[in-house]
Nanobody, 117 residues
Framework: QVQLVESGGGLVQPGGSLRLSCAAS????????MGWYRQAPGKQRELVAT???????NYADSTKGRFTISRDIAKNTVYLQMNSLEPEDTAVYYC???????????WGQGTQVTVSS
């Protein structure tokens, strides 16, 4: 069982920045990969960014160059720095952890990000 606690969402103007945090209840080296997904109203949940246990990062095309995923191993926490935010980034953002052993996918409760003037 893995618990994921997210924080950092909110309301921001277009062009602004936010940083999301996701704290895991276990050592994140057991999670491969760990990352962020988002779901806008009326749309399917989609990949935002992931990071593997060896530190390899993967981004959705829509977020490359604007978003950065990073981690603090000592804190078992993954971050998503979001810059140059656009109204199209408005969604509920979910932290995801794929446990390598014994396996399974876990989700956080979600945090709302709203980009609006």
């Amino acid at each position: 069982q893995v618990q994921l606690v997210e924080s950092g969402g909110g309301l921001v103007q277009p062009g602004g920045s936010l940083r999301l945090s996701c704290a895991a209840s276990i050592n994140i080296f057991r999670i491969n990969p760990m990352g962020w997904y988002r779901q806008a109203p009326g749309k399917q949940r989609e990949l935002v960014a992931t990071i593997t246990s060896s530190g390899i990062r993967n981004y959705a095309d829509s977020t490359k160059g604007r978003f950065t995923i990073s981690r603090d191993i000592a804190k078992n926490t993954v971050y998503l720095q979001m810059n140059s935010l656009e109204p199209e980034d408005t969604a509920v953002y979910y932290c995801n952890a794929h446990l390598t052993s014994p396996g399974g996918d876990y989700w956080g409760q979600g945090t709302q990000v709203t980009v609006s003037s």
